[in-house]
């Protein structure tokens, strides 16, 4: 095994966490359905989707370096929000909270002198800075539109537009 026996655990828990985060999202764009704002909906399942994607990259890539995959049962989402700008509000706290887990990576990685993860987990650094920042704007967003969602629906569904 190319990694430490507190890498490949700190690993597997980040994959769990990874994991948490895409069920947090999917429950988050049924609560967004509900309230009949589809395009947010839409937006947080493709969130979901890049969320399980991060999880998939770093179980590869202890495939890679040896490592032991375990994969732990993903805690229950909330599935009950006071309105959409707590929906945006538990994302963006979510977003942060991955933050937090891939900085203590991170630390670990330097600590080890484990260089392969440390460049492995750069990219991870840099996609926070996004993820973050994304969440940020969004929930910048809903607080200036107030009652008016259709508004944040109609800057979503521009923004999800594909570029030409």
């Not at 655990?9 to 948490?20: P, S, V």
């Not at 009950?80 to 963006?92: E, G, M, T, Y």
């Amino acid at each position: 095994m190319m990694i430490s026996e507190t890498m490949n655990a700190k690993l597997n828990e980040q994959i769990t966490a990874e994991f948490a985060a895409a069920h947090k999202y999917l429950a988050m764009a049924c609560a967004f359905d509900s309230r009949g704002l589809k395009i947010l909906c839409q937006r947080f399942v493709q969130q979901a989707a890049e969320e399980r994607d991060h999880a998939m990259k770093i179980l590869h890539y202890m495939l890679e370096v040896g490592g032991r995959v375990h994969l732990e049962a993903v805690p229950e989402p909330a599935d009950q929000f006071a309105n959409p700008k707590a929906i945006v509000a538990a994302a963006l706290e979510s977003e942060q909270h991955v933050t937090r887990l891939i900085h203590d990576l991170v630390s670990l990685a330097d600590s080890e002198k484990d260089y392969a993860t440390r460049s492995f987990l750069q990219w991870f650094v840099d996609e926070q800075v996004e993820e973050v920042a994304s969440m940020r704007d969004l929930l910048t967003l809903v607080e200036l539109a107030g009652n008016n969602l259709l508004q944040v629906e109609a800057r979503i569904r521009h923004e999800m537009m594909p570029k030409s």
